[in-house]
């Protein structure tokens, strides 16, 4: 696990997500996510397909294996005002 948090930590993991965001949205409105549904997003990284679910009206988790990413998708759902938890899960 100290080798796969080091590698997800170092970088910047935001720039390879900035490409993957459109794909996200589609999956999202593609699954007809409903306001009150429940989701846990498991290896949310930054944080996309948290915000697409949070945006849908989802009630979401989102969880990382690393800090870093916890710190940077945190930061990102707080900004646009998500009322999302985040926790460090492996």
Not at 40 to 47: E, H, T, V
């Amino acid at each position: 696990n100290a080798l796969a948090r080091a590698l997800w930590s170092g970088g910047r993991y935001e720039a390879v997500a900035d490409r993957l965001r459109p794909g996200w949205a589609e999956l999202v409105a593609a699954c007809a996510v409903r306001p009150g549904e429940r989701a846990l997003d498991i290896a949310a990284g930054s944080g996309n397909a948290t915000i697409e679910l949070a945006a849908a009206g989802a009630v979401v988790t989102a969880t990382d294996l690393t800090p870093a990413m916890i710190a940077l998708g945190s930061a990102r759902t707080a900004a646009l005002g998500l009322d999302v938890p985040w926790v460090e899960a492996d």
